[in-house]
T-cell receptor
Framework: GENVEQHPSTLSVQEGDSAVIKCTYS??????FPWYKQELGKRPQLIIDIRSNVGEKKDQRIAVTLNKTAKHFSLHITETQPEDSAVYFC???????????WGAGTKLIIKP | ETGVTQTPRHLVMGMTNKKSLKCEQH?????MYWYKQSAKKPLELMFV???????ENNSVPSRFSPECPNSSHLFLHLHTLQPEDSALYLC?????????????FGPGTRLTVT
């Protein structure tokens, strides 16, 4: 079946440095790619998303890039802060049944 | 209360018990979802409802039985569960299930099957 692979599973960066999380999807017809953040003990929340008609989208310190040819997309966080510590999930919307296929998550640790 | 709410927040049940999880959304959305979240695994979509009609059932065992009486309420009825069913069960809603739109999650029910 269709799947989304997410790497790394854990990422530890120094406060102030940048963090990059990468996802690869299998359904070439996918056209919507959201990123969700889940803080410890809290619900997942959308932080940014991108559709297939654009290659990059930014929102302050967060950006997402999409390479449809290679079928991968990435989350970039610059100037990381302690509150960025969380688990981040990527997902891809399957064109056949409109279901989101999720990555396994990346635990981001910001070291002070 | 605003957003998506779930009750109970924690549930411990034996394998022979019957219990129900409740989800309510106050966002006027048309689509509601049940997800299972296990540690270090992708979110697993269990059921999707759109305008009270079930649109997806991802090969979920029959010991999980969903119910959607209206667009604002979603239940997950549980019976004869197995220990491997222990997980966080998340409810979510979105304006529409067919489009790539933000899903709003509830806080989840932490289920432990003993």
């Amino acid at each position: 079946g269709e799947n989304v692979e997410q790497h790394p599973s854990t990422l530890s960066v120094q406060e102030g440095d940048s963090a990059v999380i990468k996802c690869t999807y299998s359904d070439s017809a996918s056209n919507y790619f959201p990123w969700y953040k889940q803080e410890l003990g809290k619900r997942p929340q959308l932080i940014i998303d991108i559709r297939s008609n654009v290659g990059e989208k930014k929102d302050q310190r967060i950006a997402v890039t999409l390479n449809k040819t290679a079928k991968h997309f990435s989350l970039h966080i610059t100037e990381t802060q302690p509150e960025d510590s969380a688990v981040y999930f990527c997902a891809a919307l399957m064109d056949s049944n409109y279901q989101l296929i999720w990555g396994a998550g990346t635990k981001l640790i910001i070291k002070p | 209360e605003t957003g998506v709410t779930q009750t109970p927040r924690h549930l411990v049940m034996g394998m022979t018990n019957k219990k129900s999880l409740k989800c309510e959304q106050h966002l006027g959305h048309n689509a509601m979802y049940w997800y299972k979240q296990s540690a270090k695994k992708p979110l697993e979509l269990m059921f999707v409802y759109n305008f009270k009609e079930q649109t997806e059932n991802n090969s979920v065992p029959s010991r999980f039985s969903p119910e959607c009486p209206n667009s604002s309420h979603l239940f997950l009825h549980l019976h004869t569960l197995q220990p491997e069913d222990s997980a966080l069960y998340l409810c979510a809603s979105s304006p529409s299930w067919r489009e790539g739109l933000e899903q709003y999650f509830g806080p989840g029910t932490r289920l432990t099957v003993t």
